[in-house]
């Protein structure tokens, strides 16, 4: 596995509009840049997720995706 910053800069690369950032607990988080609608909200967009790792981060994120492309 990568350098935190590394993995950080692939993982906004992939995935912009989100901010990525790890507690100092290790689990890693993906926060909005902007805000959502309470429909959006109403919906299950999520304006953070959080998971174990980068991996687990990367399946919430992609799953968000789906859900604002209507595929979810």
């Known amino acids: 596995m ?7 800069a692939a993982i906004e690369g992939e995935f912009p509009g989100w901010q990525v950032w790890r507690s ?3 689990r ?3 926060t909005r840049s902007g805000d959502l ?4 909200l109403a919906a299950g967009y999520a ?3 959080a998971a174990d790792d ?3 981060l990367r399946r919430l994120l992609l799953d968000q995706t789906r859900e604002e492309r209507g595929e979810g």
């Open 54 to 56: 980068p991996e687990g």
């Open 24 to 26: 100092d607990a290790g």
């Open 37 to 40: 609608s309470d429909s959006q």
């Open 28 to 30: 890693w988080y993906a």
């Open 47 to 49: 304006m953070t997720v």
């Open 2 to 8: 990568g350098d935190f910053e590394d993995l950080k």
